[in-house]
Each structure stands twice: as C-alpha cells, then as structure tokens.
C-alpha cells in the first residue's frame, strides 16, 4: 500500500487517481501510523517551502519520514515535496528541510537568462543523466514532463538522475538510495508521468 | 528545451460538450470526459473546461464531469466559467482542476486575484480577458463579451500579474470566430507588458496560423482553440509535427 501524505499542502485528488489507474493501492493520509504501515511513502506538495517544511514538522510527521525512509522505505517527493527532500531552501529566506538527499534549493533566477520567464511552467524533455534508475524502469530520454516552479535543486550533482534544460541545466529528478524525488508533476505528466509512478511502485525495499 | 503548449478549450453545458464534434472512434461526442480523453491521447498539453452554465444543477453537474476527467485525464486541467469567489475557485479545485481561470469574476472584484494566489499559489490563477478595439483602444469586455467596461486592456492585465496572476489568456474578439490567424498585434502588446506566460486565443483557422503565431511572437508559450479542433480542421498531432518541422518546440 501506497501512502500519499495529505499535511494540508495542495490537491491530491489526481495524485490519487494516478495510482488508481496503474492498479496500485494509495491512500491519502495525515497520519504517522499510515507512514509507518505503508510500503511506500509519496510527499506532494505545492506553494512555497518554508510554509510546507513548518507544517511537516509542527506535525511531527517530519522525524516519521526521516525514520521510514532511514528504514529503507521508498519515499517520493513530488515537486515542492522534492525539494523538501533536500538540506535547505534559500526561498525568502533560508529554512531546514529534511536533509534526505545531499543538496540545497535555489532561485532558478540565479541560472537562467535573464529573458526567460519564471515560473518555468509546462512541458520539458527529460535528459537522463543515470538511465538505470529504478523509476527510470520505463522511461526514456527526451520523455516530455510537466513543470511548474521557480526553484531547484542545486549542489546535488551526486544525486542529479535527470536534468531538464531552461536556458540553464536544471534538477529535474534526484535519487539518494531508496529516497527519490521528481521536480515535475508526473500525475500531470500523461503517459510519460505515469510510467515513472508505476515503475516507483515497483522498486524495492 | 520547453515546448509551446497546445490547448483545446471545451464549453460546457449541463454537464455536456456544448460544440458539436465528431471524432472517428469517439463513442459519445458530448461527454467531456470522453473527449477530454480522446483530446488527452490526441497530444492535447493541457485542457480547458468552460462552464457556461446558469443553473445550480448544471454547476454540480459539472463538478461531477471534472471530478470524472481528473481520475481519468492525467495532464493539466484549467477550469473557467462562474468564478466570482475563492468559494467557487475552492469548488472546482478539489474535484482535480489544477488552474482556474478568471474574467468578469476578477472584473467585478479585482481583489479576487491575489486572495486566490495567496491562497493557491500564482501558479493557480489564470487571468482571462475579452478584449476587443474600440476607437484604435485595445478594451476589456466583461460578461462573455457583451459588456465594453471601458478598461484599458493592457493596463487591466499588468494591474492582474501585478496582484499575482499566473497566466494570461488573451483572447481577441476582433479576430475570434474570423479564423483567419490570431491577434499578432494585440498579443505582442501583451507580451511587452506582461512577464508571465501568454496563451493566445481566437482567430486559429488552420495549421499555418499557430505557426505565424509562434514564429512572429516567440514570447507567446501557448496556443488555444476550440472549434477548428473540435470539428477536425485541425488534428493536434499534425499541427504539433508541423511545429516542429519548423523549429518551434512542441510535444509529440
């Protein structure tokens, strides 16, 4: 079973109906037992970080990520949930995230030209930098996915599984063992999206 | 590279595709969770659902039809039509919409705008307007066109980002339903003016039209229509190959 963590951070609903169409079992829950008891843990969110990294630790549900994912239980950050994944964010401001995947989050206006827009919203190719990562099962080069943000991931080079070009090389997906994490919207991203959620499923423990 | 989207906008009515289309294979051509699937296949980048209808029952027979498409539709899904309140922005959100699009709702309470983007995000809030020329003034138009509010459009859209609208849809009342291109003039105003994303509406007749588009504004990320698409003028595919062929990014 497949843990969506609901902390009132954005919509799931086709978070949910993503799994529902690749035939896995996905609850949307708020509560740390549902973590604990999950195969596999998936943290959405959207809005902005500092908002998203208080709520995940006045609830305490922080450390139970932190624990389950020490315990080598796949989790899967998706978009603002990726980029909580990371050390820290210098979005207005600097504030601690979960500190799973080496690496900070940045302005993608401290990289891209100064004429291209923010946020960097719509459909991008992937360019797998590690094409044998596990939610790369069915994945190819140049897939098209869905962004929206204005922020990334950056001294993660370690880390980096794929990039996506915007006027600058960007982080669009990051693995650090069985912690993953996708800048992009796969439950958005059409076939191309759904794939890498089946094949996230499909990873081990 | 990012590419420029393609969006087919559907009318909705009681729960029904409001145009009529017919698609070979397509079952029930006024299901819009039918053609939102089809359109999806198709190489659709994202949908528009219109709602124009007037009834209560019709409203909730559209949140109904959302909430279907979401579960099946898996790219992203504008929702316009009767949003006057973050009550009604809250409404069609929580049935899988990921953007919701506002025009005479942000006319009449202009405030709307940054509520729903502190709320929501910017990312969430699409500012759709009607404009048209009126003495040599490009001017926005509420109530589905039939209202001159005597606004400046240029400065009614600025003022929208400035509260923290996420997109700008500009649709042209002066070229929409002509079909004969889109409102290069209008467009490039609004570009120069705005910084966040431009969807470009009314006027598509045919394939060549996007691709003037594109190539005459390349600050122009999107591209909308809904009856060439619907009635088969154009096949999404082959607008989105031609595109290509001419060094404009797209999908495929």
Not at chain 1, 20 to 44: C, F, H, M, N, Y
Not at chain 1, 103 to 110: F, K, L, Q, S, Y
Not at chain 2, 31 to 50: H, M, N, R, T, W
Request: glycine content about 10%; proline content about 4%; hydrophobic content about 45%.
């Amino acid at each position: 079973m497949i843990a969506i963590l609901d902390y009132g951070v954005g919509n799931l609903f086709s978070l949910k109906s993503s799994f529902a169409v690749i035939g896995a079992e996905a609850i949307v829950t708020g509560a740390a037992d549902d973590l604990r008891s999950a195969d596999k843990i998936i943290l959405p969110g959207v809005g902005a970080f500092e908002d998203a990294a208080k709520k995940l630790k006045k609830s305490g549900l922080d450390q139970v990520l932190i624990a389950e994912a020490g315990k080598g239980k796949p989790l899967l950050g998706i978009c603002l949930g990726m980029q909580l994944l990371f050390e820290r964010s210098y979005e207005y401001g600097e504030h601690e995230g979960l500190g799973l995947i080496p690496g900070v989050i940045r302005p993608i206006a401290d990289v891209i030209p100064k004429d291209y827009k923010i946020p960097h919203i719509g459909w991008n190719a992937l360019q797998l930098a590690r094409p044998e990562a596990p939610i790369f099962k069915y994945t190819k080069d140049g897939d098209y996915v869905y962004f929206v943000h204005s922020y990334y991931a950056a001294d993660c080079d370690a880390s980096v599984i794929a990039k996506t070009e915007y006027g600058a090389p960007l982080t669009a997906a990051a693995a650090c063992g069985n912690v993953y994490g996708c800048q992009f919207h796969p439950e958005k991203s059409g076939v191309a999206g759904l794939n890498i959620l089946r094949a996230f499923c499909e990873t081990e423990a | 590279m990012i590419t420029k989207r393609i969006i087919p906008c559907l009318d909705v009515k009681n729960g029904r595709v409001v145009k009529g289309v017919n698609f070979e294979g397509l079952k029930d051509v006024s299901s819009p969770v039918e053609l939102a699937k089809y359109y999806s296949a198709c190489g659709a980048d994202e949908l528009v659902f219109y709602d124009i209808t007037a009834s209560a029952e019709g409203r909730d027979l559209f949140t109904d039809i959302l909430c279907e498409t979401a579960s099946n539709v898996f790219i992203p899904l504008t929702v316009g039509g009767g949003i006057h309140s973050l009550a009604d922005f809250d409404r069609v959100l929580k049935c899988g919409a990921d953007k919701v699009s506002v025009n005479s709702g942000a006319i009449e309470h202009p405030e709307l705008i940054a509520e729903a983007a502190k709320r929501y995000g910017d990312q969430c809030v699409v500012l759709s307007a009607d404009i048209k020329r009126v003495d040599g003034v490009f001017r926005v138009f509420a109530k589905g066109g039939r209202v001159n509010t005597g606004m400046d459009a240029i400065e009614w859209l600025k003022r929208g980002v400035a509260s923290g609208a996420g997109e700008i849809v500009v649709n042209s009342m002066d070229t929409d339903g002509v079909k004969h291109g889109f409102d290069l003039e209008l467009l490039a105003a609004v570009c120069e003016a705005v910084s966040v994303p431009v969807i470009a509406s009314g006027g598509a007749g045919c394939i060549e039209d996007f691709i003037t588009l594109f190539t005459a504004l390349p600050k122009v990320d999107a591209g909308l229509a809904a009856s060439i698409f619907h009635f088969g003028e154009v096949r999404i595919m082959d607008l989105k190959q031609e595109m290509n062929r001419k060094g404009i990014p797209a999908r495929v």
